[in-house]
């Protein structure tokens, strides 16, 4: 990778962890921690990976992504905002009643969201559902899909998976945040899912493993999953709950609060310093 492109998918996410701050700081709500931990992955997805138009967010060959840990859509705002789907001013009205960017995200509402989430599980099946329907009118769009470790401990995941590897959607792409924490504490404690790529590798899935704070490692999974035929991929990404953040980081407490005035300027002091770092280096 490049050395140019790589400052700026670093630079893309600090922003993208800024505007996580910025809105659940102006909810008084939300959920930064596991926003803060698909971060790079957001910033991948929209400035490496994805063929989308901002101008025109309904192109119908346009790459789909379905946001299936809907709660992290405050991630998935700041990487829209700084693509031009809409102006960034708006990532201060995250779930003010009648705003665009709601708590999860509304497809109705929003360019740029190419399905409306929130209950966890469900993601994974829209996903291959869009992945069937571009296979039947043989369109060339990719789909992509992002599910929490936790969240994965849903049964109509592993139902959607089953499905998904007997018909071939080698144009599906899951991608599964391995940040170890979930609502009540990390997965061991609450109802482990792991080994997750063996799982994964059961149901027919080609599966990468990789550290989901590396480009390099992004740009590798991603690519073996485009040259992967006849079925579909499962990028397993070890993360930190709270990235970015240093009193976030590993804290389950972190999972559904939003900062305070204080917490959010400190946390934003320490993203400008290194955007800051970024941009002299």
């Not at 705003?99 to 409306?116: E, F, I, N, R």
């Not at 998904?164 to 482990?192: F, M, P, R, W, Y």
């Not at 709270?242 to 009193?247: A, I, L, M, Q, T």
Request: proline fraction near 5%.
């Amino acid at each position: 990778m490049e050395e140019a492109l790589k400052k700026q998918l670093a630079a893309a996410a600090v922003r993208i962890r800024m505007s996580v701050i910025n809105g659940t700081y102006h909810a008084k709500s939300g959920h930064p921690g596991g926003s803060l931990s698909v971060a790079d992955l957001m910033a991948y997805l929209y400035f490496a990976e994805m063929r989308v138009d901002p101008q025109n967010p309904r192109w119908p060959d346009r790459d789909r992504l379905v946001l299936s840990k809907g709660h992290t859509a405050p991630a998935l705002y700041g990487a829209l905002a700084l693509k031009g789907f809409f102006p960034l001013e708006e990532i201060a009205s995250l779930r003010h009643t009648g705003a665009m960017l709601q708590g999860h995200p509304d497809m109705k509402k929003t360019p740029g969201v190419d399905m409306s989430t929130g209950s966890l599980g469900q993601g994974i099946s829209a996903a291959a559902g869009m992945a069937l329907a571009g296979k039947l009118d043989g369109s060339g769009y990719r789909v992509y899909a992002v599910l929490g470790d936790g969240e994965i401990e849903e049964g109509q995941v592993w139902e959607a998976a089953m499905f998904a590897s007997h018909k071939k959607l080698d144009n599906l792409c899951l991608i599964v945040d391995n940040n170890d924490l979930q609502i009540d504490g990390t997965l061991e404690e609450v109802n482990s899912p792991y080994p997750i790529p063996e799982k994964f590798a059961a149901f027919g899935f080609h599966v990468a493993e990789i550290d989901g704070s590396s480009f390099e490692q992004m740009e590798a999974a991603f690519r073996s999953a485009r040259e992967e035929k006849g079925r579909p991929t499962a990028i397993i990404m070890r993360t930190i709950k709270g990235k970015g953040v240093s009193f976030m980081e590993n804290q389950v407490g972190w999972h559904g609060v939003g900062p305070n005035k204080e917490q959010a300027e400190q946390a934003l002091a320490e993203l400008e310093t290194v955007l800051q770092e970024l941009q002299q280096s």
